[in-house]
Antibody
Framework: QVQLVESGGGVVQAGRSLRLSCAAS????????VHWVRQAPGKGLEWVAV????????YYADSVKGRFTVSRDNFRNTLYLQMNSLRAEDTAVYYC??????????????WGQGTLVTVSS | DIVMTQTPLSSPVTLGQPASISCRSS???????????LSWLQQRPGQPPRLLIY???NRFSGVPDRFSGSGAGTDFTLKISRVEAEDVGVYYC?????????FGQGTKLEIK
């Protein structure tokens, strides 16, 4: 079955960096776009970034553009999110989510359990 | 950015009764390919979100048929024909027609 397992979350000081990973299994990872979506404590969902199946295109929310970088390793079936210059408002659970297509997001169909990032000031 | 507005934000419902959630987008969600990429997600307490409905009205695998979606253009609705206890949670509409993808604020479904 499709599984997405995030790791790398934790407590980090404002201004520092953190890298999240997402290990995918149960499907052909290299055939899908993959997204990051976050959820601040007690709040709603915010889309963060997507990377297409072949890494040729990436899109970001304005709130993270220039600070976060999404990448993937199709040999290791792993998605990454490099987060630099972290701010208190980046505190959230970060979900790794499979998109429904290679270069179009038809829908977000499978979600990981999430990893919590806490940015302390 | 496309703003997604849900109503109501809270919906107390009696078990076995229907429930309905509305979602309005600030601009048309019709993609250049002719499809409308409006989804509904359910988030039960303590769980990650789960896809219920995609492209307005298509139920995802394993979703009970008491859930249905409808609408067009900028106005969409999620209906639950008979609410069950396991339906408690927060429901989000989401558009993936355009970047950045955006979500509604969420509607909390609770049992009266």
């Amino acid at each position: 079955q499709v599984q997405l397992v995030e790791s790398g979350g934790g407590v980090v000081q404002a201004g520092r960096s953190l890298r999240l990973s997402c290990a995918a299994s149960g499907f052909t990872f290299s055939n899908y776009g993959v997204h990051w979506v976050r959820q601040a404590p007690g709040k709603g969902l915010e889309w963060v970034a997507v990377i297409w199946y072949d890494e040729n295109n990436k899109y970001y929310a304005d709130s993270v553009k220039g600070r976060f970088t999404v990448s993937r390793d199709n040999f290791r079936n792993t998605l990454y999110l490099q987060m630099n210059s972290l701010r208190a408002e980046d505190t959230a659970v970060y979900y790794c989510v499979r998109g429904g297509g290679r270069t179009v997001t038809y829908y977000l169909d499978y979600w990981g359990q999430g990893t919590l990032v806490t940015v302390s000031s | 950015d496309i703003v997604m507005t849900q109503t109501p934000l809270s919906s107390p419902v009696t078990l076995g009764q229907p429930a309905s959630i509305s979602c309005r987008s600030s601009q048309s969600l019709v993609h250049s390919d002719g499809n409308t990429y409006l989804s509904w997600l359910q988030q039960r307490p303590g769980q990650p979100p789960r896809l219920l409905i995609y492209k307005i009205s298509n139920r995802f695998s394993g979703v009970p048929d008491r859930f249905s979606g409808s609408g067009a253009g900028t106005d969409f609705t999620l209906k639950i024909s008979r609410v069950e206890a396991e339906d408690v949670g927060v429901y989000y509409c989401m558009q993936v027609t355009q970047f950045p993808h955006t979500f509604g604020q969420g509607t909390k479904l609770e049992i009266k």
